[in-house]
């Protein structure tokens, strides 16, 4: 996949299982990684992020996506320079808001490219996962998977992860 590891990595990591949804037309497809609860040097890992379910999401909200984007060939070298200096395959926060929200779908405006497709959406305020970055297709905006849609819940079901309810504060 292009993504180095380096070897003394307190982070690192076994992969103990992957799932895989798509909806048959192959238009959409969300894999996920299960790793084991401490890592290869025996330390605990991060907290997993939270899955929001029944948090309030409008359009303008602040949201971020963390992926891994590649070199892109339908950007303008120039820009493409611009942005990322030269350096790909490497974890970048691309920040935005949300542009529109549907039953199965969040439209965002947050800078991807090939590489950021499975990356959480982040909900600035909250830390809560809104939704799954699919593709960026012309026309159309950026599109992500609604964590709330009967499609991730269902994947989610399977897999043995239950979105948190939002509690008033």
Request: net charge negative; hydrophobic share 45%; glycine share 10%.
């Amino acid at each position: 996949l292009g993504v180095r590891v380096l070897a003394d990595s307190p982070r690192r990591s076994r992969a103990t299982g992957v799932a895989w949804m798509d909806d048959g037309d192959e238009t959409m497809g969300v894999a996920v990684l299960r790793v084991a609860e401490k890592s290869l040097a025996g330390d605990p890992l991060p907290p997993p992020l939270t899955l929001a379910q029944g948090l309030p999401v409008a359009a303008g909200q602040k949201m971020y996506l963390v992926g891994y984007p590649a070199r892109d060939s339908r950007l303008d070298d120039l820009f493409a320079e611009s942005v990322y200096g030269g350096v790909y395959d490497v974890k970048r926060v691309s920040c935005g808001r949300m542009l529109a929200l549907s039953d199965l779908q969040v439209v965002h405006d947050c800078f991807t490219a090939p590489g950021s497709s499975g990356a959480p959406v982040i909900d600035l305020e909250s830390g809560q996962v809104v939704g799954i970055h699919l593709i960026n297709s012309p026309g159309e905006g950026r599109i992500a998977l609604s964590i709330a849609s009967p499609q991730a819940r269902s994947f989610l079901a399977a897999l043995g992860i239950s979105p948190v309810a939002q509690t008033a504060q």
